[in-house]
């Protein structure tokens, strides 16, 4: 479903060229539910911004469905749904419907189609209280419920998230978490979700990515990160060890020589 292969972006901000995302090589099965983890700034959001076709890649190849996101976007847009945590994809003043039926209108989605999926994904999520409320006057918690349904109403079969969970309350979290497993197990919908929640993670993924400094750290099981700090089993402390420890060593080179992906390299 998603194929990264020595993926690199830099950007170049008055003479000062930061790598943010480097060799970075991983692939996504169709059904997968994969987290992402890693510290601020370390190209997380940037990689997601090159699947989703919003950036396109200074180096390396990616395809996602079988596209080259940003040459394809339209193509792209039917095959994805995307959302940002840090920001909304809905109309600021107007009620949650009238931005539901704009988008029906932008992916050109049948109106029966749409009905069923709406009346399905208003139920998974409960949001039938507010649809008539404006956007800029829901909770976070609310939005956040109104900006995935907004993501999913063209029946993606990938769903990528960058921090959903951010900011909300434990009870909309587990909410919105409850909803993504259902959407993984019951419907095959392939999920990528990056999070600072680690329990997030513990809950919701068979498998974690960390990236470090713009590279793929780590690819593998919950149980495989824990092991990783031999002693510790909270996987708060792994995460909190391997962190600072990145922050010890200074940022690294631009890439080196193409090599396999690495599995562990803490
Ligand atoms: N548009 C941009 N222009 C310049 N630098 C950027 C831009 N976007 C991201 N960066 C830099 O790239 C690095 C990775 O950023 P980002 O992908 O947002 O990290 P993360 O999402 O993991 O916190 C950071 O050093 C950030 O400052
Ligand atoms: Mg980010």
């Not at 989703?52 to 339209?74: H, M, N």
């Not at 792209?76 to 909304?88: K, N």
């Not at 931005?99 to 994904?121: A, H, P």
């Not at 309350?169 to 993984?184: E, H, I, P, T, W």
Request: glycine share 10%; hydrophobic share 40%; net charge positive.
């Amino acid at each position: 479903m998603i194929e990264v292969d020595r993926l690199g972006r830099t950007f170049k901000v008055r003479g000062t060229v930061t790598h943010a995302v480097q060799d970075l090589s991983f692939g996504i099965e169709a059904g997968e539910f994969v987290g992402c983890l890693g510290p601020n700034g370390a190209g997380k959001s940037t990689t997601i911004k090159m699947l989703t076709g919003i950036l396109a890649p200074t180096s390396g190849r990616l395809r996602v469905a079988g596209l080259d996101p940003s040459r394809r976007r339209t193509a792209l847009a039917r095959e994805i749904g995307v959302v940002f945590g840090q920001r909304t994809t809905l109309w600021w003043d107007l009620p949650l419907k009238d931005s539901f039926e704009l988008v029906r209108l932008l992916y050109k989605v049948d109106r029966g189609v749409f009905r069923r999926r709406l009346d399905e994904l208003c139920a998974l999520l409960d949001i039938g209280d507010f649809l008539t409320t404006p956007v800029r006057q829901l909770s976070l918690g609310q939005r956040m419920q109104g900006d995935i349904t907004a993501a999913l109403l063209h029946d993606p079969p990938i769903l990528i998230l960058d921090e959903p969970t951010i900011g909300l309350d434990v009870v909309s979290k587990a909410g919105v978490r409850d909803f993504l497993r259902r959407l993984n197990a019951e419907n095959g919908t392939t999920i990528l979700l990056t999070t600072h929640d680690l329990g997030d993670i513990e809950r919701l993924c068979r498998r974690v990515m960390l990236i470090d400094h713009g590279r793929l750290a780590f690819d593998g099981t919950v149980a495989g990160l824990r092991a990783i700090v031999p002693g510790e089993d909270s996987i708060e402390e792994v995460v909190t060890h391997l962190y600072l420890s990145s922050r010890r060593s200074p940022r690294t080179p631009p890439p080196r020589p193409a090599q396999d992906p690495p599995s562990v390299t803490a």
